[in-house]
């Protein structure tokens, strides 16, 4: 499963940046290999229904963490969710943004995902 993610404002930045892959690697919410295709914005992780991306897993915070892509690079930060936000096995509450590599593992609550960039 595949969802498109295509928020871009036209700048010359969004449409020359890489897009980021999450894959579900192991989840009790979702079909493993499930993904999302975001493009260089800003996108909101979390339990709550008007998120980018909606986990609805009880351990995950309504507003967990947000993506987004800056200075040619994806960062991912932890929104003083209760339960943090775990990239390779680092939590990253109150470290504010991080820099996502390729085959970055995140795990919000019980879900498990990793990171991926396609080339537009």
Known sequence: MVEEN???NGSQEKSVAP??????VKSSFFIPQTEWVLE???HVLGRYPSND????DPYVSRR???????????????LDSTNGTIVNNED???KGPVVLVENAEIIIGLTV????????
């Open 6 to 8: 295509v928020k871009n």
């Open 40 to 42: 260089p914005n800003e």
């Open 19 to 24: 897009k980021l892959i999450l894959r579900v």
């Open 92 to 94: 990253i509450r109150d």
């Open 113 to 120: 995902l990793t990171v991926k960039f396609q080339k537009s």
């Open 53 to 56: 991306i909606v986990i609805p």
């Open 64 to 78: 967990h963490a947000k993506l987004f892509f800056k200075d040619g690079n994806w960062f991912i930060e932890d």
